[in-house]
């Protein structure tokens, strides 16, 4: 199977780190080169330690859940005819606590809303079935046991 590469990279420079007062500012690098200025979410760490600027694990998580459903997505609009125009997802994570009182990204809840062209337009059942397969067939979705949820429309 194949592998999958990513690099997080922080320096702690002249912060003094025990004190516990240090940037929780870092760089993800991944294998094709690209660099994003990654940090802890500022409603886990308070500002100025955290980046609210940067992207944090969790929109990572939800990023990566929405980017694999769509990437599904439009795989199986092409062989069923459709052809897409644009897609855009607005996903959203909502944090929870597990029985144990950890806190999980407890749901992701995907609004991607599509916009076809061309003679061959699908129902809203035809859509909402792709949605489903799309998420059948996403290997972050089947890694995971966060609650997702999809919310298609039509554009």
């Not at 609210?52 to 769509?70: N, Q, T």
């Not at 606590?97 to 061959?120: C, E, I, N, Q, Y």
């Not at 859509?127 to 979705?141: S, Y």
Request: net charge negative.
């Amino acid at each position: 199977m194949a592998q999958h590469l990513a690099e997080v990279i922080w320096q702690r420079g002249e912060q003094d780190f025990l004190d516990r007062r240090y940037s929780r500012s870092h760089v993800l690098r991944f294998d094709g080169g690209v660099e994003v200025k990654g940090s802890s979410s500022p409603h886990v760490v308070p500002l100025p330690y955290s980046d609210a600027a940067a992207v944090d694990p969790e929109e990572a998580f939800i990023a990566a859940l929405s980017a694999c459903h769509m990437l599904w997505f439009l795989d199986l609009a092409a062989r069923a005819g459709f052809r897409v125009d644009r897609y855009h997802d607005e996903a959203v994570g909502e944090m929870g606590r597990d029985d144990k009182g950890k806190a999980w990204v407890a749901k992701a809840a995907l609004h991607p809303a599509t916009a076809f062209s061309g003679d061959k337009q699908p129902t809203l059942e035809q859509l909402q079935q792709l949605h489903h397969t799309a998420h059948e067939e996403c290997f972050i979705a089947n890694s995971v046991k966060t609650e997702i949820v999809c919310h298609p429309k039509l554009i």
